[in-house]
């Protein structure tokens, strides 16, 4: 862990072209200082890995209406007619991917793994080109491990630590994501004193957070 | 429970889909018609209902002025949690999912086809939604039930064979619509009941897959509860 | 859930020949009344699927001393010189797993996956006779879920409704077992109203648990 | 910091290790020999030991009468938690080791060899205590180093091959004894240094193995600091 960054310190490790894992469902436990951040820089061909698109003012969404994302990879898009729009013209690529099997191919990034051996998608359009693995009479397809160079985590708490809280379904893929990637950036609600987050109610321990955004009040 | 009398298609869909729900069994409801569900469950069944996103123990729609941004449904809504409620994280979520833990999901769909394969993802050309969690839960559910109005602009949702790209190869156990509630067995699809009012030819005439009709066949008892 | 039950109750359930897994590391975090009435019971030829064999009379010591167990499935057993002796005299049949290895088949036996694709025991003996995959270059060992009959679960605090915390390092292995097991019979610390757990803190949600062990006192 | 003059073979070992253990990592220490590397450590590094049973942020071992059931290492031994200290489950935990979030582990070993591949994890028809986390952490961590006295019952524990079986085909990074620091590299084992008082012909009689010797071998500094 390092000293709390400004958001804009944070914003500038981040190069165009970056490969950047964002927590959040429907916008919901995402890093939303972060993702405004990011869009008014004028960041260009990011990859963003995200359980959603949002909606366009939600989520990642303002970074795909701002034009930095060249790439989506995620589970659904279909409340967001900004990414709808700039799939159709090319100007956006989208790789779909099964929710269940993101988050755990996102686990498997983090924590080793080969890849994941799992049920979902047998027999779809999701398992073209990929290996099925018959295990006892029963297949699996195998999902190779996602990683990113970057994870931008929304916390409830974080200490100077950088253990992380997080608070009801704003968890979601935050947990996850903070295993996955080269640079894990938290972006807490607050910060609090060491030893003030008990042991047992830590989510993501610190050591797996590489910089902490500063509260600007 | 809502007066049956006031009933549109989708009331009538969720009522029927309730009475499938057992006592003390973990529940996920899919958007649009599944969310209505559980506004028809008969009180302490004891019944956890799990969103994707992570919470076990979903409660009803708060009350304006008591909703907080850190919780909300798998359509990003603003819900409540149950006492005994839970928290996990996606992972976690879709490991009960895929896992065999989810007693019942119901999903909308956009097709089925008389095998049990239900299509609700992609519409190629048109419009793709994504499959959000739709292909983990069709394949890891205990028990899937397709909710979802009989046709879609006059042409018949339940079809001979889906053209549209299936979800799962998992076969539905239970398909739910307006008109009718079928189930696909091995050797085709079987009509076990119909809507309120509805006659079993009129169900025919508007079902694309072929329908196996064993005996009489009973209209939907929506008064009874599950 | 069902209601709290009876030590005697949770032993009656189990039938010889069973296979159980059981929590714990160096007996911290196992479920010690329960260990105490099975072997108390004279249960016959279970297979225990445990981290370590602990010591004689801590963790599944009591159990193996007693002769209730036929097969240990597990990681260590290097401060237990009964089972030693009885693995010697053929008694106990041991088959020994790579610790993380273990954990990891476990979550994969409980959360539907086909199996874990790990790169330890790649070139040792515990490679003997498995699939190695290549991925990407990367060589990894194809390992198969564990599950089992019952799993006996040593948790902190425990509501109605059956939802679980663990306390520090007794931790361990808790939250993994209680999701790969037909059977999961918690033996909880304290019992607490429903409601009294925040939804942020419960570790295993209750809908996972099956019984719990009532308290005498 | 202990006393060096009053140091014996197995704080030999552990000062030398202390002093390859960088600013703010996270480290795993194994049971024996490399337990008592912490002692060794100067304050303040904002080093995080972990434990394989879910502990990130192990303290010193608690006064008799402040020690809890709850809170132990991975040998069973009551411990402390440090400030910021969290709490894992066991998936988690080998997550970390598997995952390359583990700077560095110490381990204790049975045998070496010039190749670098350990063996600590049986003696077949002899001993079998098992692997425990051990094949994980040698596969897993970042940086391996071996914690061990140079022989048992006056046999090299320093071989050309490994007779036992191996704990990982991974070529571990430093080899740490009370004689000597070695390094397996592509073309064999380094002697790097020898232990205080220690000569290389002396190193060399009492090992097995073939040892690399460029130019002078320094003896061990034990009384600089990480």
Known sequence: MHLAISMEEAVDMIPDGARVMLSGFMGVGTPDGLVRALAASGKKDLTVLVNDAARPHTGVGPLVTAGCVRKFIGSHIGVNPVVQEKMRSGELEVELVPQGTFVERIRAGGMGLGGILTPTG???????GKDVIEIDGKQFLLEKPLRADFALIAARSCDYVGNLTYMLSATNFNPIMALSADVVIAEPEEIVPVGVIPPDAVKTPGILVDHVIKRTV | MKDLVVMDPKEIIARRVSLEIRPKTLVNLGIGIPTLVSDHLTENL???????????????????GMTDRHLTDAGGTFTSAVPGASIIDSAFSFGLIRGGHLDLTVLGGLQVDAQGHLANWMIPGKFVPGMGGAMDLVTGAK???????????GVSKVVPECTLPVT???RVDLIVTELAVMAPLDDGLYLLETGPGVSVDEVVAATDADLIIKGDVPQMDLSRTA
Do not use: Y
Request: avoid cysteine.
């Open chain 1, 122 to 128: 047998i027999g779809t359009l999701i398992a073209e």
């Open chain 2, 143 to 153: 028990k899937v039930i397709v909710a979802m109005l009989h046709s879609a602009g």
């Open chain 2, 168 to 170: 799962s190869q998992r």
């Open chain 2, 46 to 64: 004891g019944v956890f209902f799990q969103s994707e996103n992570g919470v076990v123990g979903l409660g009803h729609r708060p009350a304006e």
